[in-house]
């Protein structure tokens, strides 16, 4: 039987179960992967529904449709949904499980149960992180960052919530040592570092970012928990404690973990443009050590988040230079990747447009964070809504578009169904549409000094209030064509075929859907991932 004609049930099936805890139970990556997948994709819908509420509250001044409180709180569930349930796991535990080991040769990953335990973590916590929202004294209010001394005073249920997260964080550890080992000792034969997929070494990069930045959230999570519940002072100064110790602590890990979302995101870009360019990828090495570079320096510059702090000018000089060396690692991508481009015999299908718009929204992105970068400039625009706006260009326009064409680019090969092209071409076209309409106009107002976190506004800002409303619609009805496009393509789409991109690396030469074990025989590789001579046009 074609493996594309199996009932979905019996794929990768190694537990002799059948039904859920065939899958819950399941050491398989690709299982594991498909868990991540559909997990954090539904917490992002989750946040989605609380961004669009958010929306409609700001779609005019005065009250809309909730008061202050509760906008507060469903402002902290967003943020807190968005971050720790989706874009830090999303791309690692997806597909990181999903194609990486395929991508380097391997028949799994170098730990599978501890794969499968990393998952369980991550639901576990995300179970607490819901429980908080309904126990206690309600959903907390303090802003996904919990800063103090807020997040240690109030009345609402923030000690489980940031108990919650704190597991999140253990499952994150034990993917980065999982994937490091993997990457370090599983690679197939011939498999040399120079002959890595660009997706393979962002996940390494993001990897020692997990293993190496993760514990300092843990352990400022714990001193939270300890300062509400015991009383410790830490961060109060009525007790000789500080507050400005606990940002210190947060970004020290924030600020890298910004490069967990996105560096997996870079590396999904690296494998598509050469793919639909039909060119080898320019620059490999420059591109492969940029991402080193970036996790690097990224773990350096925590400080410009707190140039508004009362730091002294010698550190704001230093975090400012460190801010813009880190935009040269950026660069070098964007620069390589346009370069792949020219000449190229470019394609344009849907996961090749949604890695064009990564280029451009993270570009937009990546310029207003030198704007935030500078102090003399970040002192006026500190707190309004062009920080909104550029964090949504760097996560949303960049992590999450990369996510949707990760999507369409690897999706068909474990399912072995095609989504239909031309309404999955409407849904990027309004998605993208929708998303320059909200979140430019973000950083219009925070130019026009709108501060952000507000339930109200002066009038001055309602006209474009109301613009970035209507945007976040257009994108949520582009998001809502592409999900049933590829939910419908995947079950009862046209047969995909082992390789209907034409890729080069490994996971284009197996069947679609991969077989348990990956491959028949373990392969021997001889030439480079985006060496397209080596493999049919599709």
Not at 39 to 55: D, H, K, P
Not at 333 to 341: C, D, H, Q, R
Not at 365 to 392: C, E, M, Q, R, Y
């Amino acid at each position: 039987m074609n493996p594309a004609q199996l009932p979905r049930s019996s794929f990768w099936n190694d537990t002799g179960k059948s039904g859920i805890t065939a899958w819950i139970f399941s050491i398989d990556h690709k299982r594991i992967g498909l868990l991540y997948l559909f997990t954090t994709f539904s917490f992002f819908l989750v946040g989605v529904i609380l961004g669009l509420l958010l929306r409609i509250e700001l779609m005019a001044p005065g009250r809309t449709i909730m008061g202050a409180q509760t906008y507060n709180a469903l402002f902290t569930v967003h943020g807190v949904v968005m971050i720790f349930l989706f874009i830090l796991p999303g791309f690692p535990g997806a597909f990181g499980n999903l194609v990486m080991p395929i991508q380097i040769g391997a028949r799994d990953v170098a730990f599978p149960r501890l794969n499968l335990l990393s998952w369980w973590l991550y639901v576990t916590g995300a179970a607490i992180v819901l429980t908080s929202l309904f126990t206690g004294g309600g959903p907390p209010d303090t802003g996904w960052t919990f800063y103090v001394p807020f997040s240690t005073r109030t009345v609402t249920n923030v000690t489980l919530a940031v108990f919650g997260v704190f597991v999140i964080g253990f499952s994150a550890i034990l993917t980065g040592l999982n994937f490091v080992t993997t990457i370090h000792r599983l690679r197939a034969e011939g498999m040399t570092w120079g002959k890595l997929p660009l997706f393979v070494w962002s996940l390494y990069a993001t990897a020692w970012v997990q293993i190496l930045a993760t514990p300092i959230l843990a352990i400022t999570l714990v001193l939270v928990m300890a300062e509400r519940l015991l009383g410790t002072g830490l961060f109060d100064p009525g007790r000789g404690g500080d507050p400005l110790m606990y940002q210190h602590l947060f970004w020290i890990y924030s600020h890298p973990a910004v490069y967990i979302m996105i560096l997996p995101a870079m590396g999904v870009i690296s494998d598509i443009i050469p793919v639909f360019a039909r060119k080898p990828v320019f620059g490999y090495k420059m591109i492969a050590f940029s991402s080193l570079a970036i996790a690097a320096a990224g773990s350096l510059v925590w400080g410009h988040h707190m140039f508004t702090s009362g730091m002294s000018d010698t550190a704001v000089l230093v975090f400012s230079f460190l801010t813009f060396i880190v935009a040269i690692p950026s660069a070098i991508k964007v620069f390589n990747w346009v370069a792949t481009l020219y000449k190229g015999s470019i394609s344009l299908e849907a996961p090749m447009l949604f890695a064009l718009s990564f280029i451009l929204l993270f570009s937009i992105g990546g310029l207003s964070g030198l704007i935030l970068g500078a102090a003399a400039t970040d002192v006026h625009v500190h707190d309004t809504h062009f920080v909104v706006g550029h964090f949504h260009y760097v996560m949303f326009g960049g992590t999450g578009f990369a996510f949707f064409g990760a999507m369409h680019y690897w999706l068909p090969k474990f399912y072995g169904r095609r989504y239909a092209e031309k309404p999955a071409l409407v849904a990027w076209a309004l998605m993208f549409t929708g998303f320059n309409i909200l979140y430019f106009t973000m950083q219009v107002l925070g130019m026009q000094g709108m501060p952000r976190r507000y339930y109200d506004y002066l009038p001055e800002f309602s006209s474009l209030n109301l613009a970035a409303t209507v945007g976040s619609w257009i994108l949520a009805a582009g998001m809502v064509i592409m999900l049933v496009n590829l939910f419908r393509g995947l079950l009862k789409g046209e047969p995909a075929g082992n390789n209907p991109w034409g890729g080069a690396t490994l996971e284009w030469t197996i069947s679609s859907p991969p077989p348990t074990e990956n491959f028949a025989a373990e392969p021997v590789v001889t030439h480079g991932p985006y060496d397209f001579s080596k493999t049919g046009a599709p």
